[in-house]
């Protein structure tokens, strides 16, 4: 079928990758995560990775697989959350960390993969991320090595703006519900979250999907012209989704607890 971008394998999937690629990567916590083309990657070997992505995993699940096995160099996301490894590396100065505002990355990547280089928003103003100090790496001694340098600050209107750019990658990776031949995407609740902007900021976006389906141009949440590479998933596979954090509530006072 002629513009069918539907790959059998996630090694093809991953294809061209090398050491030193750079990954925008979707999913928030563990919600429309990427697994199986993580692991792929995992298992391609590749290391001295550039990632960016909302957080970097949790210990021992997503991103953090391939942060435990030494693969990943830097890191841009909006925060560190439990990920107790991605911690000490960062603070042992064995990975550099670019922290941004979660509104900012969201933007960043949207704005590199509609062709815009850069934009100013007030988040950040007044604070380390406009005036520079941000450590981005550590010495072994928990010292700053490399610190953030300061951004451009423009007023418009009577109110001061930083300049952030955009973010371009070499691939990012995806999680969708539903995909259809020609790489057009849905994605489901919550699991929709950074999807689509880490989609539009690789120059080979391939999405992993649960069901290939036809789709109506109505409920398309991101065109096909964003993406190169479709691998649908095994049912096995699709109904793999880790939970972060599970909580449960105390029944109300008086309610009986069944046994």
Known sequence: MRGDKVVATAAEALAGVRDGATFAVGGFGLSGIPNV?????????????GVV????????GGLGVLLAAGRIARVTASYIGD??????QYLAGELEVELTPQ????????AGGSGIPAFYTPAGVGTPVAEGGLPLRHNPDGSIAVASP????????????VLERGIRTDFALVRAAKGDR??????????RNFNPLAAMAGRITVAEVEEL?????????????????????TPEQAADKGIERRTVSAPPAGEAVAG
């Open 213 to 233: 389906a036809e789709l109506d141009p109505d409920e398309v949440h991101l065109p096909g012209v964003f993406v190169q590479r479709v691998l649908v998933l």
């Open 83 to 88: 990920n107790k490894e991605f911690a000490r």
């Open 150 to 161: 300061p951004k451009e600050v423009r007023e418009f209107d009577g109110r001061p703006y």
């Open 182 to 191: 020609h790489g057009n995407l849905v994605f489901r609740k919550a699991a």
């Open 103 to 110: 509104g900012s990355l969201a933007e960043r990547l949207r």
């Open 37 to 49: 083309l993580i692991q792929a990657l995992y298992d391609s070997g590749a290391t001295g990775l």
């Open 53 to 60: 992505s909302n957080n970097c995993g949790v210990d021992g």
